[in-house]
Structure formats: structure tokens, C-alpha cells
């Protein structure tokens, strides 16, 4: 039964759903966890800000925003969006490829939803030592599809 779905918003890239719901059963063996359900909305920066000034009272773009909805050590349910904009920006600012920077970013989100934080600096440095092991370990082919318009390409 999968744990996650996928609701693509964003006009030019679509992802795939294989791909992630693979990174997700593997972040989630290691950090020995279950999964009820994870929704992945996939969007853009017009959308990630309406929900920071919303949720957050806070007029700046993110990468990512994570809801849980479930107590400490419950299996995991929560909703995750992502930016596909700003994952294309923070590749170029970073000088890495999007696609790492998307399966970067998509593990981040997920440790969210397993209760890490990096709201202090010694949180923060545990939180991206596990993030960038996870991402180094994974296979990052067939996780997205382009929806340009060939003439657009």
C-alpha cells in the first residue's frame, strides 16, 4: 500500500511517483518509523508564500513547508509542499544539480515529519548530517518529468 501521494500543481515539472515513494521507505527504515499516509503537494513560490504569511506571519519565500499531524512517535501523517521554483534557485545558489537539491529538500521535509527540527544550531547540526547522509545514499534517476512545451525547452 503506498504512503505517499503526490498532487503536482507546478506547470513545467511533474514528479514521479515511484522515485519518492522509494526515498520515503528508505529514510523511513533507517529512522526505523511507519507511515500512515504523506501528501506531497508540488507547487511554487506564489503558493509556498501564501501559506508563510498564513501559518507563519512571515513575508519571505521557502523551499519548503512541512504540517505534521500526528504525536511524537505516532506513525507519520502530514502534508509536505515544495517549491519547485526555489529548488531551482537554491541549485544554482548551492552549484548543485536540481535534482539533488530536490531529493535535499524532500528528505528535510520528511525528518520534519519524524520530529527533527533545526531551530537551534545544534538541532540543525544533527538534523543535516542524517539529511545529507540520506541524500548521498540515494539514487536520484526517474524522479521527474518535464512539461515544457517542446519549443519552450
Given at each position: 500500500m503506498?504512503?505517499?501521494?503526490?498532487?503536482?500543481?507546478?506547470?513545467?515539472?511533474?514528479?514521479?511517483?515511484?522515485?519518492?515513494?522509494?526515498?520515503?521507505?528508505?529514510?523511513?527504515?533507517?529512522?526505523?518509523?511507519?507511515?500512515?499516509?504523506?501528501?506531497?503537494?508540488?507547487?511554487?513560490?506564489?503558493?509556498?508564500?501564501?501559506?508563510?504569511?498564513?501559518?507563519?506571519?512571515?513575508?519571505?519565500?521557502?523551499d519548503t513547508i512541512s504540517f505534521n499531524f500526528n504525536e511524537a512517535r505516532e506513525a507519520i501523517e502530514g502534508e509536505i509542499y515544495i517549491s519547485i521554483d526555489r529548488i531551482r534557485e537554491n541549485a544554482q545558489t548551492y552549484e548543485t544539480t536540481f535534482t539533488k537539491e530536490l531529493v535535499t529538500v524532500y528528505i528535510h521535509s520528511l525528518l520534519h515529519l519524524m520530529g527533527y527540527e533545526d531551530d537551534t544550531a545544534q538541532h540543525k547540526k544533527r538534523m543535516f548530517a542524517l539529511q545529507n547522509l540520506y541524500v548521498h545514499l540515494q539514487e536520484t534517476t526517474r524522479l521527474f518529468r518535464n512539461h515544457r512545451k517542446r519549443s519552450e525547452a
Open positions: 503506498p504512503c505517499l501521494k503526490i498532487i503536482n500543481m507546478h506547470p513545467d515539472l511533474f514528479l514521479l511517483h515511484p522515485g519518492f515513494e522509494r526515498i520515503t521507505r528508505f529514510v523511513v527504515q533507517k529512522e526505523q518509523r511507519n507511515v500512515k499516509k504523506i501528501n506531497l503537494i508540488v507547487t511554487g513560490d506564489a503558493d509556498l508564500l501564501e501559506l508563510k504569511r498564513k501559518y507563519f506571519h512571515e513575508e519571505s519565500f521557502t
